[in-house]
């Protein structure tokens, strides 16, 4: 097989270097994503993008093995959740954990975004990527092949391109940047669809003739916290369970597919991870501009259809499906409700382009938005926002901490830490075997005995190993959940502050008869209006985040006392067997 | 002042390396046990010995400071022992323990010893240092100065030189080996009194003329487990306590006075630690070879007055005084009784002199041992003595292992683990001040749970840092008191394995006319003799170690059962604030 394009294998990621004209032998094609693993003429084994491959044997390629039945991956990722069996004596890889990868740096490279760029999507790096992207790897390289991601975007039911006003952003420049940085989360605002918007910003709504009519008001009420959503009474929810394998292509192409059921309908839908990034992707587009929209889990290529990756993988995607749900806003949104509940394949085709051709996205969301309150005074805005500026970016440094914090104790609990406890236990159990070799007669007491707590120092080795899993485990989700929340903020912020520039210009604006007097003044009420639109989003976020955290320390606390509990109740029993003298 | 003789420095004991004729300056003399802080005139400061000094300011000393006074030491053994309230803080020296200086290679560098010199003292290496000597660090620069020890053995009562037999052990050339040393255990067996005998071994017993005749009889009775000492009713015992300052030359040398309470007079007397020194040297003389007489604690040079540091060596001396009270021969010899219930100074000095002058010791004492059953085929009593061997050689690396873990664990409870929990407790904390900063209303019980749930695990943090010092540390005095006796079975084993050896040489003895049939007799009836108080000894020692280790672990679990049921408690209470939902 012949290499197509130079392909430069990233660290740490079981990748292959190729060089272009290089022939290589397949030793796995069933690796999924977009993937196979090959063979170079010096005996490097290592995973190449499939896309750059001349393929002339298409026969030789064995058919996908079933779920189940997979090879074990040798990612370091999967160890932290390997077999509860064995945790302590995987010590050299057990150290690492699902959030290694997404482990924040301490310093805060982030802080320095939020510093040095207040000015946000207005500065023209709308296009440039996340200012947390340095949180969040992908496999950018396995995207960016001439046609490399076709085949993702292609499916027995879904292959006709869609035609409408904006499927360009599917297939063409603004598409293949989405791709290109995979989950740069909401810096993929569709901004750049309106010509020239990337330059001017919210002007596009503060400025624009006539607001949207009809249906998909969002209104916003005063609540006791101040401005909030209009909150349906029975709150959606939905379960993704199921994970199926499926193939297409003779075996060539698999995917896992995930049966999600809405308690409204409670009749159970399937869709493949990249429905999931097409609806995160219409979401992003339509309301990102007010409401932080998290990325959706990281798309591993690599073990993709590792049992564990699909249980870790299913448990983040319903998170994120959950916490659609509970927003107000984007659950009732026409969009999420098809893809929750479409009834056939017709039905969902049809939704789906309709939905692509969405004209109300980006700061035109804002345009939908009816605040029931009076109009708000463009310096309380400021102040308004400077304070969630500021919140947020505190917010986001204290669970960034968090989760450096976490990771390194993820990484002591099951590492040398069991390691200690099992030596300890390995010394008294030895110390008790010489006691038995001592001739001795009439000390099988202290010898059973002493065995008994060397055991029992191993299945606490065992225990302490096993814990991270059973609390620290969804403090760092719960975290990590909320930095990708977090990490949205920048961008609805900037998009804020740009348009109290603008307003903050209008004297000027007027005055070189850029705008008429009577468009500064709608500008100021419209910013009243995205003012109350963030107001709102903050106190939905407040309220969920008081939940969430009151939700994940009870678990983690209730777990931790269980956890030195069990511990104290085995040692008890370990001294009970002494003689009392 | 000047410096008398060249002085290297020995690695990580905060001294100075010195010139002959250098000049340096005195920062400190107020160090005690022969060293004194002083800067050379490269601004260098560090410890010498101050008899490499030539002192010409003696006026410029500055009077000994009392204790409780004293200026914190920068040794980092005490910073195992530092005071309670920051052990978290402390993070950089507190993983350092008591036991350091005592770690044994857990490579195993004495089994060499043990298989590799299976001949003990016979192969004419006596007078080389302790097989186990390198798990023993003190200070020998200290003591190979000229004269450097002079004072260490002078003092207001006790500076008439002794002047019987074998006085010159004290000052001759033994005392030099003995104190160059330190404590290098039992191989100062006192063979080399007897000229010619550090050749000949155990031949001076075996071949010798006329048996020891009157008191100090030592039978040996048939017990439940076998040959056994006699026990006295009542066992003795004595309190170390109340330990006190004293000095002398104008407050220039100072000293640590403890008293010593026996259960029998209900008297104290007073000892210097150079008395129990003493007592050491004369019980080693006299019982080593059929009984294993550990070294004394350590003697620590440097911060000799600092507080920890006292309340750790009286805590040794009672556990070597304990041991020697317990021991049914030592207990009741008259330099053992002498030590504890000397009437006046006279009657010390009386028995000190009539002490110094035994001539039963080396191999004699087996000459005052009388079993009362009948005599041991060779053969059996080589098959014992190989039992014992392998017995306290597996034993000594049991106990080594468990030094080793320990120590280990000692550091990172008092290390990287309490820092971590600090770490969490202070992450929740800064998350609660940033939530508390939100603006966003009634959120204060999860704000206030959350600061509480920091600083439960900041608590949790000092627990496990103070934890080792309430149970490991007496797991590991256990075992260090331990690795100590087992030091000294290497010498008494070789004793008698010489011995073994000796009486398989008969025939050819008695053929080369070295020795008469009647003696070969008589060598192996005392073999027998000799073997009948290794198998007293080693049955004393498994009944001292099944009692030892029995408590030792009891105690151990106990703690250790109250640590997680406390932590569990904590968490408890900690999880209780948070609001239910």
Known sequence: LEILYDFTAEPGNNEL?????????????????????????????????????????KI?????????????PDLSFFDAYAPASTPAQNQASNGNDPWSVWNADPSGGSSNNWASNPEGTQTGKSAAPDPWASVSHGHPQAYQGPGADDDEWDDEWDDVKSTGGYAESE???????????AHATSMKIALNKFPGFSKSGPELYLLCKQLA?????????????????????????CVVADPKKGSKMYGLKSYIEYQITPNTTNRP?????KHFDWLYERLLDKFGSAIPIPSLPDKQVTGRFEEEFIKMRMERLQGWMTRMCRHPVVSNSEVFQLFLSYKDEKDWKTGKRKAEKDETVGVMIFS????????LDPVEVEQKCEQFSRFTKAMDDGVKEILTVGHEHWKRCTGPLPKEYQRIGKAFQNLSSVFTSSGYQGESTLTDALTAAGKTYEEIAQLVAEQPRKDLHFLMETNNEYKGLLGCFPDTIGVHK?????????DKLVATSKITPQEKVTMAKRLSTMSYALQAEMNHFHSNRIYDYNRVMQLYLEEQVKFYETIAEKLRQAHSQFTTM
Do not use: C
């Open 269 to 273: 839908v399937n869709h493949r991870y």
């Open 171 to 181: 297939t063409g420049e603004g598409g293949a940047m989405q791709r290109g940085g």
């Open 368 to 375: 939908t938005i009816e605040p029931e309150a009076s109009d």
């Open 60 to 72: 030789a390629v064995a058919p996908a093995p079933s779920v189940g039945n997979v090879a074990a």
């Open 213 to 237: 009519k009809g249906k998909d008001r969002l209104p916003i009420y005063m609540g006791e916290v101040g401005p909030v959503w209009f909150y349906p009474e029975t709150q959606l929810d």
């Open 17 to 57: 270097t190729v060089k272009e004209g290089e022939t290589i032998t397949i030793t796995n094609p069933n690796i999924g994503g977009g993937w196979i693993e090959a063979q170079n003429s010096r005996g490097e084994i290592g995973l190449v993008p499939e896309d750059y491959i001349e393929v002339k044997q």
């Open 498 to 506: 740009a348009a109290i520039d603008k307003v903050k210009e209008g």
